[in-house]
């Protein structure tokens, strides 16, 4: 019996000690990861964590009905399109309520949105909104005049009784306008600043799955026209940096390049130089499947971040395709989503739109966050050196963080400290600067050897010339004898 | 003796038709040898799987164990040492099964004389440099492939073509050995858990 008692107050003090550190760690509601080199999932720190959620309510303006978008404009104004509401919703960067637009006058008329799904704002604050039940791409000014529409397109390139449904939209430098539209698997719609329609950028291939080639040799008519149809996937969303690159997303289950980096040709120039690709997860339960992307935001400095809505994770990554950090999931925490419908950046802060919650989440990046994003944002400048103090504070936050090793590697290379560059590369796993930085370290070495050893070698040399001679004079002296 | 142990096998190794007749007709094999050489190719793929240089070595270090040579190097070794055997006694081979231990170690030479230098000089090569690194391991296992052919052709007195078939046959001899040895210990698991289960049985009844 005792011994019974002694149990369960032994169970009743493991218990306590366990909950103590729980309640303290309990911070973020999610788990950070990244893969390492061997593609494991690690754990690593939080990079941003929620600070507090914006709702329609707390605004004054009702209730968020299904918010399908949400943009950040380059004056800080934070531009939502409430969907169920058909209204768009003006905030400044101190959360307080610019304007609503919910609706514009044209031709003397006053007009409406219905289910309008994608927002974009130019640099010049003009509000582009895909006005998705109306068939029409809506230009507005910051006040909400309307200032032209783009409809229904008119080419020989579109088939008969072509519908026009957009449903995201981004604006480049020279007011170009790019449009994804549903039902077009020809890729992201052109359009010229005057609303004619330019062509397609950026088709994706269909890839020929050999099992499937091999049943449609042997199947009947019948049953190939049973078979799904090997058409393209539709792009899911797009953003565009600032050289007029358009970042775009697309569902493509199973493909290993849902995100693409478009040229002005339409060609993918995504950089994929890191150990796995850029594709959010790569290592899942069947259950929750590869991450399907509805939204990238161009971070700036070749930094991009990607929504997945299956797990409401947001993936960033750097301009050759590292995977930074990962955070988020899915939940009714504050700081994890119903349904992630997009992903914005205000200042230093991200926001991610909750269209399941009807909010905003605002997340703050931590000390690990901030570090990692200076150096990569100084890395891309080309300032390596600057970037080093940076990483040295990642890996104090998280010593697998092998991104870090390669860019103190990458710094002490370029000073030309090549042992220690090697030690970081190696810890980095980057066997291609490795391979530069041993190369200038031999060569160092060698030089600076390079006269004792000759000399070593010439001493030899001398010296076996003169124990030959010196024995060949004792043999004939021998000789002689 | 130093003759049989040093020299022999180094000739063996360059002149193949000649020394592994010698092998066979005068007696020069040495089973010590033999050995000693496989010994030599597990301690050489240890040490090459955990010293070669981070450009070729693509091992991770924290599944790295010693005891995987044993069992991907001498277990595979005797498993054809037996499976030759076995198909070379029925189609008139006329090898021993000491024969064959010897034929195939010392074809193993090469492995020992050219892995060790490289793992070394691979801690000293840049990228562009490794081709040679897998220039020669390759050589190395081109070499051993080789010699194990012309063992197997002297020791067996086999023509060419019957060596190679022989040789095939061991391969496919050797899976239905493991195959047959995993089947074997699955059932004999399943004894002992069927006589531990009624064992089980048994003393709860009472």
């Known amino acids: 019996m005792s011994a019974k008692r002694w149990l369960i107050s032994l169970a009743a003090v493991s218990l306590l000690t366990v909950l103590i550190p729980g309640t303290a760690a309990a911070s973020a509601p999610y788990e950070s990861y990244n893969y390492n080199y061997w593609e ?68 003397g008329k006053e007009e409406t949105f219905a289910n309008p799904s994608g927002i974009f704002t130019d640099d010049k604050e003009q509000i582009y909104v895909a006005d998705t039940d109306n068939q029409r791409i809506v230009v507005l000014s910051a006040e909400g005049k309307l200032i032209r529409v ?26 170009r306008v790019f449009v994804v539209a549903r039902g077009v698997y020809e890729g992201i719609m052109q359009f010229e600043e005057d609303g004619t329609f330019l062509g397609y950028v950026g088709t994706i291939k269909v890839k020929r799955d050999y099992g499937d080639y091999f049943w449609r040799l ?14 393209p996937t539709e792009f899911s969303n797009l953003d565009i940096d600032r050289k007029g690159f358009v970042y775009a997303t697309n569902i493509d289950v199973g493909s290993k390049e849902p995100i693409k980096r478009l040229n002005p040709s339409g060609e993918d120039v995504l950089k994929r130089f890191g150990y796995f690709p850029v594709a959010g997860d790569i290592y899942y339960r ?93 890395h891309y400048r080309g300032d390596d050196v600057e970037a080093q103090a940076y990483w040295e504070r990642v890996l104090q936050l998280n010593a697998n963080y092998d991104i870090a090793y390669i860019g103190i590697g990458k710094a002490k290379l370029m000073k030309g400290e090549n042992k220690e560059a090697l030690h970081y590369f190696e810890m980095g796993m980057d066997r291609k600067n ?48 | 003796m130093r ?67 044993l069992l991907y190097i001498v277990l595979p070794f005797f498993l054809w040492c037996v499976s030759n055997w076995s198909v070379t006694t029925l189609m008139g ?21 050219i892995n060790p230098p490289m793992t070394l000089a691979s801690r000293f090569m840049v990228q562009e440099e490794t081709v040679f690194y897998y220039l020669l391991t390759m050589v190395a296992t081109i070499w051993f492939i080789g010699l194990l052919f012309v063992g197997s052709m002297t020791i067996h007195q086999y023509s060419a073509g019957k060596t190679v078939l022989t040789m095939f046959l061991s ?36």
Not at chain 1, 154 to 173: A, C, E, H, N
Request: hydrophobic fraction near 45%; glycine fraction near 8%; charge should be neutral.
């Open chain 1, 40 to 107: 494991e999932a690690t754990p690593a720190p939080a990079p941003y964590l929620p600070v507090r959620s914006v709702t329609g309510t707390e605004l004054g303006i009702g209730e968020f009905a299904d918010p399908g978008d949400m943009h950040v404009s380059g004056s800080g104004h934070v531009y939502v399109l409430d969907s169920g509401n058909g209204r768009i919703v003006c905030l400044d960067d101190s959360w307080k309520v610019v304007r609503v637009i919910d609706s514009f006058i044209r031709e």
């Open chain 1, 150 to 175: 783009i409809e229904q397109p008119q080419s020989d390139v579109l088939p008969q009784g072509f519908q026009f449904i957009p449903l995201k939209v981004t604006v480049d430098q020279a007011n």
């Open chain 1, 218 to 231: 042997i199947s009947t008519d019948a049953q190939k026209a049973q078979m799904r149809l090997f058409i």
């Open chain 1, 286 to 378: 069947r259950a929750v499947g590869p991450s399907k992307f509805v939204d990238i935001k161009v971070l700036g400095d070749g930094m991009y971040s990607a929504l997945d809505s299956t797990q409401g994770r947001i993936f960033t990554y750097d301009d050759t395709g590292n995977l930074l950090y990962v955070y988020g999931g899915i939940g009714n925490q504050l700081g994890v989503f119903k349904t992630p419908a997009a992903v914005e950046m205000l200042g230093e802060h991200q926001l991610v739109l909750d269209r399941g919650k009807g909010s905003i989440v605002v997340f703050e990046p931590t000390a690990f966050g901030q570090n990692v994003n200076q150096a990569v944002r100084h």
């Open chain 1, 434 to 481: 490795y391979s530069v930085a041993f190369k200038r370290y031999r060569r160092e070495v060698m030089k600076e050897h390079f006269g004792t050893f000759l000399s070593a070698a010439t001493g030899a040399v001398l010296l076996y010339a003169v124990y030959r001679t010196v024995r060949h004079r004792n043999k004939r002296r021998v000789k002689e004898a």
């Open chain 2, 3 to 69: 003759q049989e142990y040093f020299k022999f096998p180094l000739h063996l190794i360059v002149h193949p038709f000649d020394g592994y007749w010698d092998l066979k007709y005068e007696n020069r094999g040495r089973l010590g040898v033999a050995f000693s050489v496989l010994a030599l190719v597990v301690i050489a793929s240890i040490v090459q799987r955990q010293y070669a240089g981070f450009l070729v070595n693509f091992n991770d270090p924290r599944r790295l164990n010693s005891f995987d040579e």
């Open chain 2, 93 to 113: 081979g006329e090898g021993k099964f000491k024969e064959i231990v010897l034929a195939s170690a010392y074809a193993l030479i090469p492995m020992v004389l």
């Open chain 2, 171 to 206: 391969v496919i001899v050797m899976l239905i050995i493991v195959f047959l040895g995993t089947l074997v210990f699955s059932m004999m698991q399943q004894i002992y858990t069927f006589l531990v289960n009624v064992y089980r049985e048994i003393i709860f009844r009472q």
